[in-house]
């Protein structure tokens, strides 16, 4: 049960809650397709707390929480505030937690979210904690998967591009790992997977790796895409022939199965063509969208809306 | 013979004698216990000695020392095949094989030099004990990245 509790990694949520979640978020979203208003949030407060600026999971979490009849307050520039005072994060969360009934945020070293879970008095959401853990895009991922195929189980997933640094593909694999799914691990030798993720894994027999997309456009189900940024290469001409053989163009696509989906955490710069944009399976817009219920069905879940 | 002369050295009334250091390491054992020339104990060391079943290791006797469960834990962290014997008027009262703890708290530096333990925040390191075929690794329950037992030593050795 996720009543009360803090989300800081996606191991914090037991597949059972994963579903509970997934129901409401899609309760919400019909809810909100007719127009209905939902105030089970009523009197709430949310804080955002975000020491590094993002406006994607930022302006999702605050619609979240409008959308639920909640409040939001937040510190618009964490430059200004305690942090750069020399304030440790630890008293900083002790004083957001006593004025909310919720925190999100974002933190740019990796176990900021576990440390803040400890020293607040109310549930953290981890907005991302460097190049640590997402849940919540996790979640997200998650749903938009569930939500086009109606299982988590029985898939081919292939994830393709920066795999390194790309942290959601981190705890997105280590989620579905939980389940019954066969995962193709697909980037460039320099960009791949870490130990320390791959050590994780329940299952690791139902992994394996390549650096070549084209075995894989026939056979998977879920394409999951990550940016490749040119800053992680020394040379631009390495850069050029990676995002070359990684970019997802109409001719990729004409290979694909008519089922599969396209998924992206955005922002995509030259991974995805925006000819791509129009064929039905585009799913990283609607993935995005689906942010929003997947959030309001969680902070909904934790603070025991009915 | 080479046990005899090991017990001529270094007989000792009271304190320890840690048996079975993986050769080479009983400089590093004197170190995670921070043990240097001016902490005024008496110690003896012997390094490159062969074992009865042929194989070479080091010893350390540290007379009126008694030992941690801090300190025990550095130590299998460092040489995990070493075994302690507690000595008291000259006799062996105590003798055990140290293991590695499951948990690790407040001991090591996480190496991930973004983790938020190593910034200037009220907490202590924790790790906890992950264990795949043999190798065995420590997961920092903060950023959630793993360290082999060889960059462990690397840390805590300075
Ligand atoms: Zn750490």
Redesign the interface.
């Known amino acids: 049960m996720l009543t009360k509790k803090s989300v800081v ?1 996606i191991g914090d949520i037991s597949n059972d809650d994963i579903f509970r979640v997934f129901e409401r978020a899609s309760s919400f979203k019909q809810k909100l397709s007719k127009g209905e208003k939902i105030k089970t949030m009523d009197g709430k407060i949310m804080a955002t707390l975000f020491f590094e600026p993002s406006t994607r999971t930022r302006l999702s979490f605050e619609s979240a929480m409008h959308r639920l009849g909640g409040g939001v307050i937040s510190v618009s520039e964490p430059k200004s505030s305690s942090a750069s005072k020399g304030e ?3 008293d900083t969360i002790r004083m957001a937690s006593s004025y909310s009934d919720i925190i999100a945020m974002r ?6 979210a ?2 803040a879970s ?1 020293f607040s008095s109310v549930p953290v959401l981890n907005g991302g ?5 997402h849940p919540t895009q996790t979640l997200l991922d998650l749903f938009t998967i569930w939500e086009k195929f109606k299982s988590l189980d029985d898939l081919n997933i292939s994830m393709v591009g920066d795999l390194k640094y790309g942290r959601t593909v981190h705890s997105l694999l280590r989620a579905l790992n939980r389940f019954d799914t066969t995962i193709t691990l697909i980037s460039p030798e320099s960009l791949e997977m870490p ?2 993720i791959l ?2 894994l329940d299952h690791p027999e139902k992994v394996t790796k390549g650096t070549d997309i084209n075995p894989i456009l026939e056979k998977t189900d879920v394409f999951y895409v990550t940016r490749i940024q040119k800053e992680r290469f020394v040379d631009l001409n390495d850069y050029a022939k990676v995002i070359g053989s990684y970019s997802f163009d109409p001719e990729t696509v004409s290979k694909m199965k008519k089922n599969a989906i396209i998924m992206h955490p955005l922002p995509r710069v030259d991974e995805i063509s925006p000819d791509v944009d129009r064929d039905p399976r585009a799913f990283y817009f609607k993935q995005a969208e689906n942010g929003v219920y997947v959030r309001m069905a969680l902070i909904d879940m934790i603070l025991g809306g009915a | 013979m080479t046990e005899e002369k090991t017990l001529k050295i270094s007989k000792i009334e009271d304190g320890i004698v840690i048996d079975h250091i993986k050769a080479g390491s009983a400089m590093e054992v004197l170190s995670v216990l921070k043990i240097t020339s001016r902490s005024g104990f008496t110690v003896s060391m012997l390094m490159n000695v062969r074992s009865s079943n042929g194989s070479l290791k080091d010893i350390v006797k540290i007379e009126k020392k008694i030992l941690k469960k801090k300190e025990l834990d550095l130590i299998s962290m460092v040489s995990p095949d070493a075994t302690i014997n507690i000595v008291e008027k000259f006799a062996i009262t105590e003798k055990f094989r140290v293991s590695l703890p499951e948990n690790v708290e407040d001991l090591i530096k996480c190496q991930n030099q973004n983790c938020i333990t190593n910034a200037k925040e009220p907490v202590k390191s924790v790790f906890k004990r992950e264990k795949t075929g043999s190798r065995n690794n420590y997961r920092c329950q903060y950023c959630e990245r793993t360290m082999s037992l060889e960059e462990i030593r690397n840390s805590i050795i300075k």
Do not use: I
Request: charged share 25%.
């Open positions: 990694s440790t994060l630890a933190h740019p070293m990796e176990g900021a576990r440390l400890e904690d460097g190049s640590g853990q130990d320390h050590s994780t």
